[in-house]
């Protein structure tokens, strides 16, 4: 044990000597605790879903290192932390299964959306107690820069939605994506109406940004399957670079027979959790790009794993756009996974600049994000400038059965 401890420590410390990181030993990480954990909401953010919640979460140790993390509901917040209050932050897989497993229900996608948030803060922890990033932990960069979409072009002053795609495409992004037509308002949507309409708007869209992968179309599960296919058998002869959520979510396996009818390249995952929400369409090809993203999945590692899944069938990454830190944490993981299409989303084309996060927190220029070599997730949150909530320093006094094999991993109670 003495000598293993031993290799460890050199191993680390030979390691931060070579890349001038301050050592650190594996043996000193091990005495680090979780102490608090702090729930913030943000200011003025108008969407407060469960699934979309944009709360930041404080995890402090006894060190006095913090890591931030972001989403969550204030319950689901509370409910994990409490299971979270004295245990080893280095040990985030271990975290993860015990939040995961231990309360015997596998967890809703609003479960995983706070668990996405805490154990996204123990990643920044991890990285700061090391002085290293996130992507570093992860294997190291695997590209320059990831490319990236817009839907929208705020920016631009034209006037129109095709001259809007120009600019964007001139500034530097990958991509311009556009919504079908109809449903905002009161007014009733008309299926037919409106997938004649989607198909033109497409076709000049097309036109305007010479194909080639310049655009791409979101149908937000509005249409039915006839109407959808429609749709997509339509635009087979254009070049969107994905179609997105043709149709509902709900029923996974109808990418069975939907893959079927249409050969458009499809995009899916946005609404789904972790990679059991997934997997089947990467396996059997029945998309073409996950749209799963952070915190939603339940986590970094989380989404690692499904990168390795999306690597491994040949599959694309577009993760969804959630909140500002997440979009941070997202570059770190694209930017350091290997499938080979990659891209992500800004919307409407500009960069988010949250007062409660330094300014420079994503390292985005002319339409691409590029890593952020700062310790940790990279990103400086000012409490000062959030809404407090609460804050959890006892563990949970219901604690649930964890069952644990001879060599301490966690199964199902």
Not at 11 to 34: D, V, Y
Not at 261 to 278: M, S
Not at 323 to 340: E, I, M
Request: with cysteine.
């Amino acid at each position: 044990m003495q000598r293993r401890r031993f290799l460890e420590s050199a191993f680390l410390g030979s390691a931060a000597m070579l890349i001038g990181f301050p050592t650190r030993s594996a043996q000193a990480a091990s005495t680090i605790k979780i102490t608090k954990i702090r729930y913030y909401a943000a200011p003025n953010y108008n969407k407060p879903l469960f699934n979309q919640a944009r709360g930041i979460v404080e995890i402090e140790t006894n060190t006095g290192i913090i890591g931030i993390g972001e989403g969550g509901s204030k319950d689901m917040i509370e409910q994990c932390a409490q299971m979270m209050i004295g245990e080893d932050p280095f040990r985030i897989e271990h975290i993860w299964q015990y939040l995961y497993r231990g309360m015997f229900y596998p967890p809703g996608r609003e479960k995983l959306h706070a668990l996405g948030a805490l154990e996204m803060a123990l990643w920044d922890i991890k990285g700061k107690v090391l002085n290293v990033p996130v992507y570093e932990l992860l294997g190291g960069s695997t590209r320059e820069f990831i490319e990236c979409y817009a839907t929208g072009f705020r920016p631009s002053k034209a006037k129109t939605e095709e001259e809007r795609a120009t600019d964007c495409l001139k500034a530097g992004f990958r991509s311009y994506r556009i919504g079908p037509t109809g449903g905002n308002g009161d007014l009733p949507f008309d299926f037919f109406e409106n997938a004649d309409k989607t198909i033109d708007f497409s076709k000049r869209i097309d036109q305007a940004v010479g194909g080639k992968g310049n655009w791409a179309i979101d149908l937000h599960t509005r249409f039915d399957t006839p109407e959808a296919v429609k749709i997509c058998s339509a635009l087979e002869e254009l070049s969107p670079y994905f179609v997105e959520d043709a149709i509902r979510s709900e029923n996974p396996g109808v990418y069975r027979t939907f893959r079927q009818a249409t050969k458009v390249p499809l995009a899916v995952g946005e609404q789904f959790g972790d990679r059991w929400d997934i997997n089947e369409l990467i396996e059997q090809h029945l998309i073409d790009y996950s749209r799963v993203t952070l915190p939603n999945c339940g986590g970094i590692t989380e989404l690692k794993k499904i990168a390795s899944l999306c690597e491994t069938h040949y599959i694309g990454m577009i993760p969804h756009f959630t909140g500002p830190l997440s979009t941070a944490a997202l570059v770190h993981v694209l930017g350091s996974s290997s499938p080979s299409r990659v891209m992500m989303e800004i919307a409407g084309g500009e960069v988010e600049r949250p007062a409660y996060f330094n300014d420079d927190y994503l390292n985005f220029s002319k339409g691409k994000l590029y890593l952020n070599p700062e310790p940790g997730l990279g990103v400086k949150f000012n409490p000062k400038k959030a809404d407090f909530i609460m804050e959890i320093t006892e563990k949970t006094k219901f604690p649930h059965p964890v069952l644990k094999s001879p060599d301490g991993a966690i199964h199902n109670w």
